[in-house]
């Protein structure tokens, strides 16, 4: 495909022209989980992985249902990212004592090492996305991003909540 095919374009598809604001978020989305995917590859982590962790390093060991449920994603998709950051030695999995049907994960001394570069990503991409941006216009994009977070919540339904962190936390 070269860069003339329709599909690479950066104007919007002829079918969402009612949704110019739609466009540009799914757009900043999807630019922005490549450029997070690019710098948390140095790291050895995948999209997501990330916020895996960081739940983690706030909780400590947490069960993997209520992970699952505070991370918002479905449990088949938390279970193999679980299983590869397990086989990368990220994160241990063990039977939690207060019910050995339920089963705890905790990041390792591998996986809370990584905390100062995901700070490092997180904050260097900060900067990526909001360049030339006065602190004020800063501001002013995190406030109206909260409204449409807001606006859209209801009709995500469940999926679109703020989930709750895992007990304990």
Known sequence: ????????TETAPSAAHGGPVSVALARVARMHRIAAGRRLRELGLYPGQEMMMMRLWDCGPVRQSELIQSLGLDASTVTKMLQRMEHCGLVLRRPDPADRRAVLVEATDEGRSLRAGVEGVWS?????????????????????????????REEAGEAGECPAPPRGC
């Open 1 to 8: 495909m070269s860069g003339t095919d329709p599909v690479c």
């Open 124 to 152: 260097d991409l900060e900067q990526a996305s909001l360049s030339g941006l006065a602190p004020d216009d800063r501001a002013e994009l995190q406030r109206l991003l909260g409204l449409v977070a807001d606006n859209l």
